[in-house]
């Protein structure tokens, strides 16, 4: 009776620390979205997320229009916006309910799979919710946030699968489905620590060869959906999906003029997002298989570029963002560690409360940071391009956003796009059209009805969208962009011809006359 009980009380203390976590994730990520009022926050969340619902809506199911292969995520939101009828309500709720799931999933890992106290497992949850690059993950990289939560709970039964009943093998391998379906780094990175831990197990030679691969099979189907999927998609595509070359592809704007800018935004936005933690994570590495594969295998995604930087798998950045998941568990290692070790020397009453500061000091500092992040744009101005102070870390906004109080705008200028684009389509008629940048396609169509004549010039100038307009011949060709001398993507002024027609705040209706 005694044992009977304990495993209650214990069950209960893990299910109240876990719903704790899910709650840290929820609440530190849905604080910015009260701030910001009805308006959703993060780039892809508006300019990818909110259109291919918008399409699967209207009954156009080709999730790979909008690269979306991994598309798990989009039926979730999808779902959500079902329920609630409201586009911009459901991706609004969502992102911290992902966050918090995340969270959660993280403690999960923690307790379960690291074997870690609920205590030491709540610390990982505090540090990794509240770290900056964290909520540059949460920001609008749903699909990531996704795959990361199913991910952790893999983990969890895969780092014990020599031990698990069929019936759990069966539940990890559809965890490892689920990944695949949710996002291709994340799935990437999962099918490589699956073949590493077995190429492991085969080269120690602690089990026989013949019992290690029919472990191995059990796998099989997932990393085999993550072929089929990569080859359907590279043959839709005719080239290997999200590869680029650093020199000649343009992503969101950002372009390298040489090798030496292309090292120092890795060197540069790499210390700025991991230096301070490096004393951490050193104190608190350990050999941990599944950790360090885990490492080894995003370091490499991260640094590729400085080697071999005209092809790569998916933007060195996006590989960087998979980097804090391990190092926060790292750090929070080196913090336990310092504390024990300080507690096992019995040394003074000032070096124990040394020891203890860090477990209360470090996730303060982190969560001020994190709120000061939140707050105020860091690196640039809410209008502008240019830097509005650390100078040095400028470039940086194109990987960690400098507000993140937005989404492919500031939100306090939302409600001036609106009234921009509701003026416009009331204006658009057959010998009209909008040309459109990639970062307003997603509110185009919010605003704009559909039949009604747009044109997406993605992140080019916008004489090119002008030039495209022109080709087709169009008679009236409007653009909403900022006032003169203000705007973001390089793009402080509009071609020669564009008249102000209608201003809403920082936001205008431009309007070009073919004659």
Request: hydrophobic share 45%.
């Amino acid at each position: 009776m005694p044992t009977q009980m304990l495993k209650i009380t214990s069950f209960f203390r893990f299910r109240n620390a876990a719903f704790l976590a899910f709650l840290v994730g929820f609440v530190i990520r849905g604080f910015p979205e009260v701030l910001a009022g009805k308006w959703p926050l993060g780039f892809d969340t508006i300019t990818y997320y909110v259109p291919a619902m918008e399409s699967w809506r209207n009954g156009n199911f080709n999730s790979a229009e909008f690269n979306y292969y991994f598309t798990l995520c989009i039926w979730l939101l999808y779902l959500g916006y079902y329920l609630s009828g409201n586009i911009l309500l459901t991706v609004k709720i969502f992102g911290p309910l992902l966050y918090g799931f995340l969270s959660s999933s993280l403690f999960f890992f923690t307790t379960k799979g690291l074997n870690w106290s609920n205590r030491k497992g709540l610390l990982a949850c505090i540090i990794f919710s509240s770290y900056f690059v964290s909520l540059r993950i949460s920001w609008d990289l749903y699909r990531n946030m996704l795959g990361l939560s199913l991910f952790f709970i893999f983990l969890s039964f895969f780092k014990q699968h020599n031990n698990l009943s069929n019936k759990l093998k069966l539940t990890s391998s559809i965890l490892a489905t689920l990944v695949i379906l949710s996002h291709e780094i994340t799935g990437a990175i999962m099918s490589l620590i699956i073949v590493g831990t077995f190429a492991f197990e085969i080269i120690e030679r602690k089990r026989p060869v013949t019992k290690i691969l029919r472990s191995s099979l059990w796998f099989a189907p997932p990393l085999l959906l993550f072929l089929l999927i990569f080859s359907l998609t590279a043959s839709q595509l005719n080239a290997i999906p999200g590869s680029l070359n650093y020199f000649t592809n343009i992503d969101r704007g950002i372009t390298y003029d040489s090798y030496q800018s292309l090292v120092s935004d890795i060197f540069i936005v790499g210390i700025l997002c991991f230096g301070g933690l490096l004393p951490f994570i050193i104190r608190g590495f350990w050999s941990e298989r599944t950790l360090n594969l885990w490492l080894v295998v995003c370091l490499i995604g991260f640094l590729w570029p400085i080697a071999y930087p005209w092809f790569e798998m998916a933007p060195w950045n996006r590989w960087m963002y998979m980097l804090v998941p391990p190092s926060i568990l790292y750090v929070v290692n080196g913090i336990d560690r310092s504390y024990n070790s300080g507690m096992a020397k019995k040394t003074s009453n000032c070096h124990k409360r040394k020891f203890f500061s860090w477990k209360v000091l470090l996730p303060i500092i982190v969560l001020g940071v994190s709120i000061f992040y939140i707050l105020f744009p860091l690196f640039v101005s809410p209008y502008s391009v240019r830097a509005s102070f650390l100078g040095p870390f400028e470039r940086a906004s194109a990987y960690i956003p400098g507000a993140f109080l937005s989404n492919t705008i500031p939100v306090d200028e939302c409600d001036n796009l609106e009234s921009c684009l509701k003026f416009v389509n009331s204006q658009l008629d057959n010998n009209s059209v909008l040309i459109i940048h990639e970062s307003l396609r997603g509110w185009a169509s919010l605003y704009i009805d559909e039949g009604k004549n747009v044109i997406n010039y993605h992140f080019n100038n916008h004489s090119e969208g002008l030039q495209n307009a022109l080709v087709q011949g169009y008679e009236k060709i409007y653009l909403i962009w900022w006032a003169d001398n203000l705007g973001w993507y390089n793009q402080t002024s509009v071609p020669t011809g564009f008249k102000q027609i209608s201003t809403s705040g920082h936001m205008v209706v431009y309007l070009y006359q073919n004659e």
